[in-house]
Nanobody, 126 residues
Framework: QVQLVESGGGLVQAGGSLRLSCAAS????????MGWFRQAPGKEREFVAA????????PYADSVKGRFTISRDNAKNTVYLQMDSLIPEDTAVYYC???????????????????WGQGTQVTVSS
């Protein structure tokens, strides 16, 4: 069983920055791909970014490419999402997710992630 705990959300003005963190339990963290998703009110949960087990592959959604950066520190069992140049459309609950055991390849679909955090609210004011 993997437990994920997000932190770092909050209220920020448009153009500002936030860094989300996701602390994961489990001894095989470095072998598992991690992802960030978000869900705005009335909308489906959507892919934001993902990172391979080694950290070398990082796909992004087109809507955040060039503004967000995903990274991981396997020594700390933590994945990060640095969000810069935030816009009101980025407002959502952000979820950290982990793929199943030994799945190190990052994916973009919700169905391909086995474990989820509780979510952290990000609100961008105009």
């Amino acid at each position: 069983q993997v437990q994920l705990v997000e932190s770092g959300g909050g209220l920020v003005q448009a153009g500002g920055s936030l860094r989300l963190s996701c602390a994961a339990s489990g001894r095989t963290f470095s072998r598992v791909a991690m992802g960030w998703f978000r869900q705005a009110p009335g909308k489906e949960r959507e892919f934001v970014a993902a990172v391979s087990g080694s950290g070398g592959t990082t796909p992004y959604a087109d809507s955040v490419k060039g503004r967000f950066t995903i990274s991981r520190d396997n020594a700390k069992n933590t994945v990060y999402l640095q969000m810069d140049s935030l816009i009101p459309e980025d407002t959502a609950v952000y979820y950290c997710a982990a793929r199943g055991p030994l799945n190190a390849t990052p994916r973009t679909r919700v169905q391909e992630y086995a474990y989820w955090g509780q979510g952290t609210q990000v609100t961008v004011s105009s």
